[in-house]
């Protein structure tokens, strides 16, 4: 194998790339650090949770005594295992934050990569809707701070789309094919697996219509059912958020996430300048329970090459 290869899905950064990175890292690390945030590190080797292993693409490997261990994907799952552990007589809220390298074992594709930096904060202990106004405030504060300047945040809520399939007792294989399409924005997919499933009419249109509905909190008006349990929770964080936050968002109630931990309010960062998103986050109010210690959570994780690459065409734009 020629030595100057490294795996796809990777990347070297050279210096004056370096020095861009730093200084927008260090922006947003003050954004943190100013909101009280204190920032953590974890180790790049976890031990793999069975409970949680489908829904992370993690690489994976073994110990000497013969332990599967994984390279942690994310950062949120080992910081709900340090709030559960080494912070577990200490009073919520906590708040951390990161700057830290994710690997997933995806096959590259569409801009994702195996190894990448992320920025994030967690916030432990918060309830929603006060937890998730006070991230989104902070998620748009680090924006700013790195000196985005059209970008928008999509909200929905995770658990509206799979309650709705869950109602119609669709069939639990078949659910996942549906969410899968929906996640991967693929809406001919969504159609064919959601009129795959055999239900009345009404209801297969209900799911049809469900992922078109965005825009701002006019959207969130005049629903019904599980919709209006979503628009509700909602509504309410719109409420509390400062309109230099609330305008920068836009409601999607079709809006779902891969991974399987996300409980209620979802977001993600999109950019024109950048076509895939930028960042995501979302509500985890069970996750930490799974570590012994049942507290709601909220955070959010910005993908720094992306970020950074918005940047520069945004930049270039305003030439």
């Known amino acids: 194998m020629a030595v100057d290869r490294i795996p796809s899905g990777t990347r070297d950064v050279l210096p004056d790339e370096m020095r861009e990175l730093r200084a927008m890292t260090d922006r947003i690390r003050g954004v943190f650090e100013r909101a009280g945030y204190g920032e953590v590190y974890t180790p790049a080797l976890e031990y793999e949770r069975r409970e949680l292993a489908a ?17 942690r994907s994310d950062m949120t799952v080992p910081i709900a295992r340090i709030a559960a552990t080494r912070y577990a007589h200490v009073d919520p809220p906590l708040r951390f934050c990161y700057f830290a390298h994710a690997y997933r074992g995806v096959r590259p594709q569409r801009g994702q990569s195996r190894e990448f930096l992320q920025a994030g904060a967690e916030l432990v202990g918060a309830p929603a809707p006060a937890g998730t106004a006070e991230a989104l405030t902070l998620l748009c504060d680090a924006l700013d701070a790195a000196g985005l300047k059209t970008y928008q945040v999509g909200v929905g ?6 309650g709705l399939l869950a109602a119609m007792e669709a069939a639990a294989g078949a659910r996942d094919l549906v969410l899968a399409a929906l996640v991967r924005g693929d809406f001919v997919g969504l159609e064919r697996e959601v009129r795959a499933l055999g239900l009345a009419q009404d209801e297969v249109e209900l799911l049809l219509e469900v992922p078109r509905i965005r825009g701002g909190p006019e959207v969130l008006e005049g629903l019904s059912g599980a919709l209006e349990q979503a ?8 409420a509390l958020l400062e309109p230099r936050v609330a305008d920068r968002l836009i409601f999607d109630l079709g809006l ?3 991974l399987g931990y996300y409980t209620g309010a979802v977001f993600q960062v999109y ?3 950048h076509g895939v998103p930028i960042g995501s986050g979302g ?15 909220v955070g959010f994780a910005l993908n720094v090459e992306r970020l950074h690459i918005a940047l520069t065409e ?6």
């Not at 829904?55 to 390279?71: I, K, S, W």
């Not at 509500?283 to 959570?297: E, I, M």
């Not at 945004?314 to 030439?319: I, L």
């Open 55 to 71: 829904t992370l693409p993690a690489y994976r490997t073994f110990d000497e005594q013969g332990q599967v261990l994984v390279l």
């Open 157 to 162: 809520d995770a658990s509206l789309y799979p």
């Open 231 to 238: 628009a509700a929770g909602m509504r309410a964080t719109h």
């Open 256 to 258: 779902v996430r891969s």
């Open 271 to 273: 950019d024109p300048a």
């Open 283 to 297: 509500r985890y109010d069970d996750l930490l329970g799974r570590f012994g210690r049942p507290l709601p959570a």
């Open 314 to 319: 945004e930049e270039r734009g305003g030439r």
